[in-house]
């Protein structure tokens, strides 16, 4: 079955880059995008971008200046790298993949990880 | 980017009771609204794509309608296990936005 589990850090100084790893199952990057969406404590969601299956990729353009999603097709694996951390970016760092291949709503979600940007 | 505007923030029922939470967004979107069931400390789960099509194993207590820039989320004889908040999500443009959120409670 379809599954993706996030995992990285979950503490970042201010100013430093944050790297996550999504590991996903049960399907084949190269035929499913996958998004990253994050959502700060007690705060709603902010889709941050997507990486689709020819490996071309699309940012909010609010974070693009500090965003890069990247991925390794052989180990089922999609990055995220985000530089300049500031206290705002503490939240829970999610992927999430579409039912199908055309955006109508992620269907599928890991469990998230909490990153905290603190000193 | 387009906005999307849910009301109520926040809303209070009793069990057995019809519910309805309503979207807004700023353009027109075609249809292209998904929502969102969130519970405290767990991944969000999708309820409803293409603004009316339940995604499956969700509860046919759930319903969406809409078109346009205005949409609802629906439902009926509202469950204990329906207590959770609720996000809509435009899948039109990038970026792909959310609505602020609705708190479903119970009275």
């Known amino acids: 079955q379809v599954q993706l589990k996030e995992s990285g850090p979950g503490l970042v100084k201010p100013s430093e880059t944050l790297s996550l790893t999504c590991t996903v199952s049960g399907f084949s990057l190269t035929s499913y995008h996958v998004s990253w969406v994050r959502q700060p404590p007690g705060k709603g969601l902010e889709w941050m971008g997507v990486i689709w299956g020819d490996g071309s990729t699309a940012y909010n353009s609010a974070l693009k200046s500090r965003l890069s999603i990247s991925r390794d097709t052989s180990k089922s694996q999609v990055f995220l790298k985000m530089s300049s951390l500031k206290t705002e970016d503490t939240a829970t760092y999610y992927c999430?993949?579409?039912?199908?291949?055309?955006?109508?709503?992620?269907?599928?979600w890991g469990q998230g990880t909490l990153v905290t940007v603190s000193s | 980017d387009i906005q999307m505007t849910q009301s109520p923030a926040s809303l209070s029922a009793s069990l057995g009771e019809t519910v309805t939470i309503e979207c807004l967004a700023s353009e027109d979107i075609y249809s292209n609204l998904a929502w969102y069931q969130q519970k405290p400390g767990k991944s969000p789960q999708l309820l409803i794509y293409y603004a009316n099509s339940l995604n499956d194993g969700v509860p046919s207590r759930f319903s969406g309608s809409g078109s346009g820039t205005q949409y609802s989320l629906k439902i009926n004889s509202l469950q204990s296990e329906d207590v959770s908040i609720y996000f809509c999500?435009?899948?039109?443009?990038?970026?792909?936005?959310f609505g602020g959120g609705t708190k479903l409670e119970l009275k």
């Open positions: 999430a993949r579409d039912t199908t291949g055309i955006p109508t709503g992620f269907a599928y």
């Open positions: 999500q435009q899948n039109y443009d990038s970026p792909r936005t």
